[in-house]
Nanobody, 121 residues
Framework: QVQLVESGGGLVQAGGSLRLSCAAS????????MGWYQQAPGKQRELVAH???????YYTDAVKGRFTISRDSAKNTVYLQMNSLKPEDTAVYYC???????????????WGQGTQVTVSS
């Protein structure tokens, strides 16, 4: 079993900051990449940022310069520092991990349960 547990969501005023955390645990051999997705009401889930095992990062244009993704490989944990938050950042944020559970396993994606981020104007 693999579990991803997110924390750090909440309510913040526009211009404020939040830091999301996601810890992966269970039967994990290696993690290829971890990322954060957002899903606003009535919209599809979209990639916000991801980071690979080699520390390559990607950000969607809407968050460049405001959000920073980082990881602690020893803790199988990924973080999303969100600064200068805007009302349009309001969404449920989901953590995802692409990982192998064994040396001959195929890569699979696992999801967290989601954490609500609400930015008031």
């Amino acid at each position: 079993q693999v579990q991803l547990v997110e924390s750090g969501g909440g309510l913040v005023q526009a211009g404020g900051s939040l830091r999301l955390s996601c810890a992966a645990s269970g039967s994990i051999f290696s993690i290829t990449a971890m990322g954060w997705y957002q899903q606003a009401p009535g919209k599809q889930r979209e990639l916000v940022a991801h980071i690979t095992s080699g520390d390559s990062t990607y950000y969607t244009d809407a968050v460049k310069g405001r959000f920073t993704i980082s990881r602690d490989s020893a803790k199988n944990t990924v973080y999303l520092q969100m600064n200068s938050l805007k009302p349009e950042d309001t969404a449920v944020y989901y953590c995802a991990a692409d990982l192998l559970r064994g040396p001959v396993d195929r890569e699979r994606r696992y999801w967290g349960q989601g954490t609500q981020v609400t930015v008031s104007s």
